[in-house]
């Protein structure tokens, strides 16, 4: 069973940092472009930060400079580092990723979310 799993959220003061993990788990042929979005009630899931296979990256003006994708291949696993995290920032974080899983495409699979909250 394929399963998307994240760790690493939970409650910071306003300036701080935060690190969240994600690790695709499964019979995984490849994994291709991997993302964090973000969502607070009531309004649309949004972009926070992608990673494509070849490492390329694209962040939302919102969150450029303050915030940093990477991935482990070796261990199909995404990250995000979060700093001087706003109260702005809080929200529920989901991971996405691309997943080859052998036959003709990809899938896009997400984790289960993780909740941010950033006090000010």
């Known amino acids: 069973q394929v399963q998307l799993v994240e760790s690493g959220g939970g409650l910071v003061q306003a300036g701080g940092s935060l690190r969240l993990s994600c690790e695709a788990s499964g019979i995984i042929v490849s994994v291709n472009t991997m993302g964090w979005y973000r969502q607070v009630p009531g309004n649309k899931r949004e972009l926070v930060a992608s990673?494509?296979?070849?490492?390329?990256?694209n962040y939302p003006d919102s969150v450029k400079g303050r915030f940093t994708i990477s991935r482990d291949n070796a261990k199909n696993t995404v990250y995000l580092q979060m700093n001087s995290l706003k109260p702005e920032d809080t929200a529920v974080y989901y991971c996405?990723?691309?997943?080859?899983?052998?036959?003709?495409?990809?899938?896009?699979?997400w984790g289960q979310g993780t909740q941010v909250t950033v006090s000010s």
């Open positions: 996405n990723a691309e997943l080859y899983l052998g036959g003709l495409r990809s899938y896009s699979y």
């Open positions: 990673i494509t296979s070849d490492d390329t990256t």
